[in-house]
Every structure is written in C-alpha cells, then in structure tokens.
C-alpha cells in the first residue's frame, strides 16, 4: 500500500472519531442541559411549595387570630349587657325594698299583714306550742293582735289554738337606718318568725323574706322584660 493511501485512511479515521467524539459530546451537553432544567425545575416547584405552606400557614394564624379577638370581643360585650342587666335587676330589687319600709308607717295595714302572716305560719305549723319573734318596735303591735290570730287561726283549721308564746330575748332586727336598705348591717322591714317548741321547724314570715321569695320567682320575667 502506498504512503499516500495509508495517509488518506489515517485522516478519515482521525475525521470519523472527531465527528463521533462531537456528537458524543454533543448528546452530553444535552443531555446535561436537560438534566440542569429538569432540576430547576423541581427546585423552583419546591421553592413554590414552601411558599405556598408559609403563606397558608400565616393566613391560618391570621384567621386564628381574627377569631381569637372576635370571640374576645363577644364576651367582652355579653359581660357588659350581663353586668348591665343584673345591675337594673339590682336597682329593682332596692327600689322593691324600699317600697316595703312604707308599709308598716300605716298602722292599719300593717297590723291585718302582720295578722295575716300569723295565721299563715300557725297553719303551716300546726303544732301545739309555738315561739313567735318580732321586730323589738312591733312588740305591742304583736301582743294586741295575738288573741285575734289564734281565733281566726281556730276557727280556719277547725282545731284549738296553740300556745303562743312571745320571745323577749331575741328580736328580729330594726329597720335599716335612714332607709339604707343597701347597708351591710341586717335589717328587717317588719314580719314574723314562728317556730315549733323543739326549735326544729322555722318558719321566716318576713317582709324581706316574702320579697326574697317573689323576686326569684319573677326573676326570668323580669329579665325577659329588660332584654325587651
């Protein structure tokens, strides 16, 4: 074989595998670029869904937080309205008192009450013995209408009328001074307390406790009526 044609063999062997090595790295630069994008954008939909999670996260505690202060709020207002309404409630119940000092400045009413709140107490009683206690002012009062009770006492329960005996030692309590029905120191506004001889059956015929009584049982009505 001549020189020249071993040189023409040699230069297309030496074109052959350039032209492969170029394709070769050619198809790795692809390749390459392929895998880089393919990459970014798997980085990128991760960057995506960071900020995604983070935005719901805060929109989340902002939403929390805007609860969390509207529920603040409501209770804030359902305690005023509360506080409101169980202090007109209150006024009520010191202006109910008060009404009740007026009743025993007429002497006429207040001695058939009294008398009537006797025969009450004896009728629920029934007992043969009883102690009656009063307010230390109405003592006179009770002693002239005793007799009266016991009779009308008879002859509503068709029995004999028990002993009543009036305590002298213990007294219910005066009534409020200067008509501060709001003072810490008990008071009574006028009213009796029966008990059996044996002490073990107490019956508390008072004005304060009678109203006590009405007003809790009126209490929802009046509350109904003040939330209109």
Not at 1 to 14: F, H
Not at 130 to 150: N, Y
Not at 164 to 184: E, F, G, M, Q
Request: one cysteine or more; charged letters at 35%.
């Amino acid at each position: 074989m001549k020189d020249a044609d071993v040189s023409r063999q040699i230069q297309q062997m030496i074109r052959f595998i350039r032209q492969e090595a170029e394709e070769k790295a050619n198809e790795i630069s692809v390749a390459a670029e392929e895998e880089f994008n393919i990459e970014k954008l798997q980085l990128l939909e991760a960057e995506k869904r960071k900020i995604r999670q983070e935005y719901e996260r805060k929109a989340k505690q902002i939403d929390v937080r805007r609860k969390i202060e509207y529920s603040t709020q409501l209770n804030a207002s359902r305690i005023k309205v509360l506080q409101a309404q169980d202090d007109a409630v209150s006024s009520i119940k010191e202006a109910a008192k008060k009404g009740l000092l007026s009743v025993s400045s007429d002497k006429k009413v207040y001695r058939k009450l009294v008398k009537d709140m006797i025969v009450q107490c004896l009728l629920r009683l029934r007992e043969p013995s009883v102690l009656l206690r009063c307010r230390e002012g109405d003592r006179k009062l009770i002693e002239s209408l005793i007799e009266e009770a016991k009779k009308e006492y008879s002859e509503k329960a068709n029995m004999q009328a028990p002993k009543i005996t009036l305590d002298d030692r213990v007294y219910l309590p005066p009534p409020p001074k200067n008509d501060a029905v709001d003072s810490h120191e008990p008071f009574c506004s006028g009213g009796v307390v029966l008990a059996s001889e044996d002490g073990k059956i107490v019956l508390e015929n008072t004005l304060d406790a009678r109203l006590d009584v009405i007003f809790r049982q009126k209490l929802p009505e009046i509350r109904k009526r003040l939330l209109g």
